[in-house]
């Protein structure tokens, strides 16, 4: 691999490789001194054109638990605001000798764009609505984690599917690891395309949450609703929230999971996202991680 540009696109073998690799680092970060020499010779630079909190500093994190030099880049304090381009943004940053570009942009393919013009590897930390390939290799050694192995279980995406990138890499990867996968959301916040993707489709929240084992909640992006989809997030709420409750009458173990961030008592409720079934704290400590294995696998291929 010399990018990870999203998960359709790599094969199980990568995942599996990327998930043993993280493993080894998760017990690295276990110990008194969690920093190795790994990538002691590689600069990376961190270039986010979209506001971000859990990938942009996990992946510092990542980047200086395993000794490389670090720079970041946020286009709202940069020469982006003056009118320059991305690709001379990046070429810009490249001839500082940077060897990794790890980037999040608005743009659907602004990854892909860059991987045909520059020469550095690439990751991908969310195109648009299109994929977050990290945050589904976290989501998937989490579900390992929490549950032995991810084939054979049964994983319900319930919120806003038709605007998540996190959706669409979490489908690939977990189908290619032999989960079953439902989407569950209202009719309009689900893809047209959701048909041909193999999942089950699920319109009843409970129905859904009576049918998996990982419950995985996406947040309404309010800042992706340029039209309504649906009345008022009050109403949201009331037919697609997820509360304790529910989650307790179920009669079963259910795993909750969430990327965040987290729109308390819209998509979930607090007494839910704090309770006994909420992985949601562990996702972003394996962040790290999955995000040092994966840097140090693309660093390996290069
Ligand atoms: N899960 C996720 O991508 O969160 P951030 O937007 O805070 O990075």
């Known amino acids: 691999m010399k990018h990870l540009l999203g998960i359709k696109n790599i094969s199980k073998e990568n995942i599996i490789q990327i998930l043993a690799t993280a493993q080894n680092f998760k017990e690295v970060l276990q110990r008194p001194i969690k920093k190795v020499p790994s990538l002691r010779e590689v600069t990376i630079a961190n270039v986010f054109f979209e506001n971000s909190t859990r990938t942009r500093l996990s992946f510092e994190l990542a980047e200086k638990r395993l000794s490389a030099d670090v720079i970041n880049f946020s286009a709202s304090s940069s020469s982006v605001k003056k009118g320059e381009t991305l690709l001379d943004t990046v070429q810009n940053i490249l001839a500082m000798k940077v060897d990794m570009i790890v980037m999040r942009h608005a743009s659907v393919g602004a990854p892909h764009f860059l991987a045909q013009h520059i020469d550095a590897n690439i990751i991908n930390a969310g ?22 192995t991810i084939e054979g279980k049964k994983v319900a995406i319930i919120g806003d599917i038709l605007h998540s990138r996190v959706a669409l890499s979490d489908i690939f990867a977990l189908q290619k690891l032999g989960a079953e996968v439902m989407i569950c959301g209202p009719l309009t916040l689900l893809p047209k395309y959701a048909y041909a993707l193999g999942v089950k489709i699920e319109t009843d929240v409970m129905k859904a ?9 996406l947040r309404i992006q309010l800042e992706r609703q340029q039209i309504k989809y649906f009345p008022s997030l009050r109403e949201y709420s009331l037919y697609f929230g997820i509360t304790k409750e529910m989650l307790d009458k179920l009669n079963k173990e259910i795993v909750l999971m969430h990327p965040g961030p987290i729109n308390r008592g819209v998509e979930l409720s607090s007494d839910a996202a704090d309770s006994h079934h909420s992985i949601i704290l562990d996702q972003v400590e394996n962040g790290v991680a999955v995000r040092m294995a994966i840097l140090y696998e693309l660093a390996q291929g290069k």
């Open 127 to 148: 195109d648009g609505t299109h994929e977050h390939p990290t945050q589904a290799l976290l989501d998937c050694f989490s579900i390992q984690e929490k549950l032995g």
């Open 209 to 217: 949450l009576e049918w998996c084992d990982v419950a995985n909640v």
